[in-house]
């Protein structure tokens, strides 16, 4: 059940990002290369595995 409602606010917080048109890794617990392999950080604007700090 607070999977649900971590999903939702991470969500959220993504499309408030999105709409100041930033980056959403600023903003996101694995911005760090020991983290996050993902290619596009730290410069994503969208990603599936964001996740609010
Ligand atoms: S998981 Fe996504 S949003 Fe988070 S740091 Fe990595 S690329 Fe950025």
Avoid at 10 to 28: E, Y
């Amino acid at each position: 059940m607070m999977e649900i409602f971590k999903k939702i606010k991470n969500n959220i917080i993504k499309i408030l990002i999105k709409l100041d048109n930033g980056f959403v890794c600023d903003t996101c617990r694995f911005n760090h290369p020991n983290t996050c392999s993902n290619p596009q950080r730290p410069n994503a604007k969208d990603c599936e595995d964001y996740e609010h700090k």
